[in-house]
């Protein structure tokens, strides 16, 4: 059937692809005249529809077009994202099948996923975190769905050969690594065309990242990691924009970003949202004082998420890892035949990883501030000065994050660190 090409589906045309797909069709309860369609993207570069028939039942089609959507055209991007998202989904659901959605459909031609419907009560987490709500199970579904991921993809788990392949087919996902490489490791720290601010409020903490010669120094040597440590299969876009959640559930979605890098990348990510979503608590409140609790528990969900993530993981390193290449490839030794040996291989390791999730974190978080894309936490705060007071400080805890990565020991000291800058 036509479709309007790189304008993407209309609601009609959309339906009438899904009626057109029997195995689709048959998702969606009801007679098509009944369904509704509708757009509701609201992420920096797809489009999304919902399509519901009765019973509030439907799913999901989400479109990639040949162009960042929340640019425009100027702005090329490779549509074939949305092939690498599918795949993530695919090998993300058959890792972590309690966290991420169910892929049902993709076609090449025109770009779209067909998926799983998180319906109602499921909202994006940042929507939740602005409006102040407590989700108790948060740290312990996210630190499972990281374990699980970043550690069933990497070397622990698959032969060397696997491992291989899976490498080399991500690394295809070229574009969108170097979409990344360019507005979080690069763009930032110099004076690019789409760059943006809070001016004049921030303009004097903006030029001084800009001469600052540690901060250059640490995302580059960050940057080049980056690039050439492929540990795992990465979400590449954890924000809490790619999580859903309701008191019980969290699901991950939109890892177009996905391609095998640093397991701190994903770890970072998600943490430094939530140390967004902290620095800007202030500028959503009525009255002083009221997000106190709201900040103490997203404090406690950093620290949680790193705890909880560290401890299942060596739970499988523990339990499941008796055949990785991994350990040899540290120590050059069969560490695996002595617990002592082990025991330092996974302290070095775990180190490095930690070190990673902080610079990182660090570094997203000064994206958000001074980059292209900022964070809806911030950009909702009306009050242009109350949002640059939040938005100083949670700067000043990127760069702190980013430049001194290497001197926290702890993430109880990290957290200290975020709480007393308030
Ligand atoms: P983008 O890549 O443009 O950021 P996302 O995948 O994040 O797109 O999707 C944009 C929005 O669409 C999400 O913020 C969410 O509101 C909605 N959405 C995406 N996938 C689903 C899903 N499986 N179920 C329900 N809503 C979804
Ligand atoms: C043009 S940069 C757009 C950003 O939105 C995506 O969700 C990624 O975070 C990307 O960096
Ligand atoms: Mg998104
Ligand atoms: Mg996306
Ligand atoms: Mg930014």
Not at 183 to 208: C, K, W
Not at 332 to 337: E, H, I, R, T
Request: charge should be negative.
């Amino acid at each position: 059937m036509p479709l309007s090409g790189a304008k993407g589906f209309t609601e009609e045309e959309l339906k009438r692809y899904i009626q057109g797909d029997p195995d689709l069709k048959a998702k969606i309860p009801g007679d098509a005249s009944t369904w509704s369609v509708k757009e509701v993207g609201d992420g920096n570069i797809n489009f999304v529809f919902i399509v519901e028939g009765g019973e509030g039942r439907g799913m999901v089609v989400k479109q990639a077009l040949p162009y960042v959507r929340c640019i425009g055209e100027s702005w090329p991007l490779t549509a074939d994202r949305a092939m690498f998202e599918t795949t993530a989904l695919v090998d993300g659901h058959e890792m972590c099948p309690d966290h991420v959605p169910q892929v049902y459909k993709f076609d090449k031609k025109v770009s779209a996923i067909f998926m799983e419907y998180l319906a109602p009560p499921n909202i994006i987490l940042r929507y939740g975190l602005i409006d102040g709500v407590v989700y108790l199970h948060l740290a312990d579904c996210m630190s499972t769905f990281l374990a699980a991921t970043l550690f069933k993809s990497s070397l622990f788990a698959l032969p060397s050969a696997e491992y291989r392949k899976k490498l080399a087919f991500y690394a295809d996902n070229s574009p969108m690594c170097e979409l990344t490489e360019q507005v979080i490791f690069t763009d930032p720290y110099g004076d690019a065309f789409h760059n943006r601010h809070n001016s004049p409020y921030l303009d004097a903490d903006v030029a001084d990242l800009r001469r600052d010669a540690a901060a250059k120094d640490a995302i580059s040597e960050l940057k080049a990691k980056f690039c050439t440590q492929a540990q795992a299969l990465l979400h590449g876009d954890l924000h809490t924009g790619s999580v859903m959640v309701t008191q019980d559930t969290v699901s991950v979605i939109d890892p177009e970003f996905a391609f095998y890098g640093p397991m701190g990348f994903d770890i970072g990510a998600f943490i430094s949202n939530l140390f967004l979503a902290f620095f800007a608590s202030d500028g959503h409140e009525t009255g002083q004082g009221e997000r106190e609790e709201h900040r103490a528990w997203l404090i406690a969900c950093c620290r949680d998420v790193w705890n909880l993530f560290q401890n299942k993981f060596l739970k499988m390193w523990n339990e499941k890892c008796d055949s990785s290449a991994y350990p040899e490839l540290l120590f050059g030794a069969k560490v695996q035949d002595s617990d002592g040996a082990r025991r330092i291989c996974q302290e070095t390791f775990m180190r490095q990883v930690f070190e990673d999730t902080l610079g990182f974190a660090g570094a997203k978080m000064i994206r958000r501030i001074v980059g292209v894309a900022h964070v809806q936490d911030m950009d909702r705060i009306e009050d242009a000065k109350v949002r640059a007071d939040c938005e100083k400080r949670a700067l000043k805890f990127g760069k702190r994050l980013l430049i001194g990565r290497a001197t926290f020991e702890s993430i109880e000291e990290v957290v200290s660190a975020a709480s007393e800058l308030r």
